[in-house]
């Protein structure tokens, strides 16, 4: 087993599998994120299921809302889903770039330290 404090990058081939679970990660949280909108803008906000779905995909994409939503309840949980979504958006942007962040961060580290040896 390598030492994870190793002073070198790990394998292409392990990079990729890290950026593909953490892709499978935020394309789940965005698929819990959209069926809490569509359940919440059906059952709460008494929309249909298709209208459901367009305005819980509007919301979480960050477009705005498409349906017109006339009872109360419907329009507090419109306004939370809308938190909600902003911060889904932006743990699926942190999810997606963090492999390359930690990837780039630690090669211009290790080049820092190569510099420094000579």
Known sequence: MRDPKAPHLIHYSIFIKRISKNLLVAFAVLLISLMIGIFGYHYIAD??????IHNA???????????????????LFSSVYAIFSGVAFITNIGLLFAPVAHRLIHKLNLSDDDSSDK
């Open 47 to 52: 929309i249909g299921w298709v209208d459901s």
């Open 57 to 75: 995909s509007m919301i979480l994409s960050g477009m705005g809302p498409v349906a017109e939503i006339n009872n109360t309840a419907g329009k």
